[in-house]
């Protein structure tokens, strides 16, 4: 009786061993690629995946997207200006079978391609166009990466630029060079100011010489203008001392002009 439950404990252990040897379980985001006496005999989908055991080994590959930092390089730039750049690349597993037999490690792969292809097309650019043209940069490096890494089964889906360190000496020297930018541009608008305010004034003063009272009326303006301050001193500008005897001038010829236009009149009155 006692060897009889025996037998059955050990076959009990013997099927239990062996069930867990058979089972497999296959998450959401991965699959399994199957082999079996060391050969690909399928890819499993995701859930409950039986196996012989021993015989069958069940290789689970991630299919989620890879956040991949790629180290900061010393890159030489087009005009030889030596900057430190780092990135990040974003990948993910599209034929699970591939990237299991095709390389032996997908992801060390990755990050070493990755440096290479960015010290290459970085170096291509000058620094202008590395600090401006990032987008242009980010896809000439995805497009080189996606042409080696699709044999492997995984597609890169984003490169990004993350950090460019410039020297020192660069940074002091682009500095002077945006001051002295914005100098210019300061300088060109008050050049086209005084262009302006030129031509303004000579239309003005045409328009005075034509008529001369004109002049005369700005300087009492002016003058109004310095009364508001309550100002002990006021200043005549010496246009205005001809103006007062302009203005007598007209005065005096106005009285002639009506008394000579009365003498007339009685000569006439007596006349008749």
């Known amino acids: 009786m006692n060897v009889l439950f025996s037998v059955v404990v050990l076959i009990g252990v013997v099927l239990l061993v062996l069930a867990a ?9 991965e699959k ?10 399928a890819v499993r989908e995701p859930g409950l995946n039986l196996i012989i055991p021993v015989i069958d080994r069940l290789r689970k590959v991630s299919m989620r997207i890879v956040t991949m930092p790629i180290q900061s390089q010393g890159i030489i730039t087009r005009d030889n200006v030596s900057v430190d750049i780092s990135a990040v690349a974003y990948f993910r597993v599209v034929d699970a079978r591939k990237s299991v037999v095709a390389i032996e490690n997908v992801y060390s792969a990755i990050d070493q391609i990755a440096q290479t292809t960015l010290r290459k ?6 620094l202008d166009q590395t600090l401006a043209e990032t987008d242009a940069i980010n896809a000439d490096i995805r497009q080189i990466l996606d042409t080696t890494t699709l044999e492997w089964g995984v597609e890169v889906t984003l ?3 993350k950090d460019i360190q410039l020297p020192e000496s ?8 945006a001051e002295a930018e914005r100098e210019k541009r300061a300088k060109i608008i008050a050049a ?7 031509a303004a004034l000579g239309a003005a003063s045409d328009t005075m010489m034509a008529h001369p009272l004109a002049l005369q009326l700005r300087n009492l303006q002016t003058l109004v203008e310095l009364g508001v301050d309550k100002n002990t001193t006021v200043v005549f500008p010496a246009p205005l001392m001809s103006a007062i005897s302009d203005i007598g001038g007209f005065f005096a010829r106005e009285t002639a002009a009506a008394a000579d236009k009365a003498a007339k009149s009685e000569l006439s ?3 008749g």
């Open 21 to 29: 040897l058979a089972i497999r379980v296959v998450f959401q985001f």
């Open 32 to 41: 399994g690629v199957l082999f079996r006496l060391g050969r690909v005999v």
């Open 121 to 126: 097309v970085v170096g291509q650019h000058t």
């Open 159 to 161: 490169v990004e630029l």
């Open 170 to 177: 660069m940074k002091r020297a682009m500095a002077r060079q």
């Open 192 to 198: 086209e100011g005084e262009s302006l305010a030129a």
């Open 269 to 271: 009155m007596l006349g």
